[in-house]
């Protein structure tokens, strides 16, 4: 089997702090298996690319150089990685994700199989009851909204992964997401989590769909809040931190039980 490749994404669009907080926690935690790290640039000029490279001089990567002159969002950019590395088993991590446990790749790595696509964390919130659409719309602006949503979303509780760290085959993905129009941050959570996104779309095809957590647990949609990960206690088993888990535990306890239930019920 070829080596697992870990593709991580850095925009324009994302402060230099980001960068060097994935290159600190990759150096800190063990990813406990042979990997390729591929650092992926978008939208950045030569200068710009440059001066985050001085960082990278005693880490072993390849470069991706996205070539893409307009903004499709991470997942357009994950489909250039996936066409180079489509033989590869690849764990796609945006700009705000970083490993926060020792082993965390060979974690992932020993549940990879064919028809299999693993997450390290997920949620059941659902885009057309969150506050997204309750907010204060003129009336028809609200209900025109709301009627897109429908064609695009499931009711609460809606399952899916999240894809701020998602690992897959790069076929797979690329089967996906070929089709796939992204000119939108509305595109973005259609392919996150619409009736036809990323977790939906492999359901239908048969795969097995698993959560992943620092004790090396496999949870299965049925128990993906018990995983520990995402909004619900201390998300203590987390093997990938983003800015909206680190969001989560900036937060009080009463706090907390409001986001644990929009999350889960």
Request: include cysteine; glycine fraction near 4%; aromatic fraction near 18%.
């Amino acid at each position: 089997m070829l080596k697992p490749v870990v593709c991580y994404l850095f925009t324009c669009f994302d402060q230099k702090s980001s960068f060097y907080e994935f290159l600190s926690n990759y150096k800190k935690f063990k990813a406990g298996t042979e990997h390729t790290l591929v650092i992926c640039f978008k939208l950045l000029n030569e200068d710009q690319i440059s001066i985050l490279k001085k960082n990278l001089i005693n880490i072993s990567y390849e470069e991706f150089i996205d070539p893409e002159s307009t903004n499709d969002f991470d997942f357009g950019s994950y489909k250039r990685v996936a066409e180079k590395y489509s033989q590869n088993y690849i764990l796609f991590l945006n700009s705000h994700s970083y490993p926060i446990s020792d082993n965390w790749l060979s974690l992932l790595s020993k549940f990879i199989g064919e028809k299999t696509l693993i997450g390290t964390s997920a949620s059941c919130e659902s885009i057309l009851t969150s506050t997204i659409l309750k907010k204060k719309y003129k009336f028809l602006s609200f209900f025109l909204r709301k009627f897109r949503y429908k064609k695009k979303f499931n009711n609460f509780p809606n399952p899916h992964l999240r894809t701020s760290s998602f690992f897959i085959k790069g076929y797979d993905y690329i089967d996906f997401i070929s089709n796939k129009k992204i000119r939108t941050k509305e595109d973005a959570w259609d392919i996150e989590s619409g009736k036809f996104g990323l977790t939906n779309y492999f359901k239908n095809k048969g795969f097995n769909i698993f959560v992943i957590n620092s004790l090396g647990q496999k949870f299965s949609e049925i128990d993906w809040k018990y995983s520990k990960t995402y909004n619900y206690l201390d998300q203590e088993y987390s093997i990938i931190s983003d800015k909206h888990t680190r969001k989560y535990l900036s937060l009080d306890n009463d706090e907390k039980k409001i986001y644990e239930k929009n999350t889960w019920g």
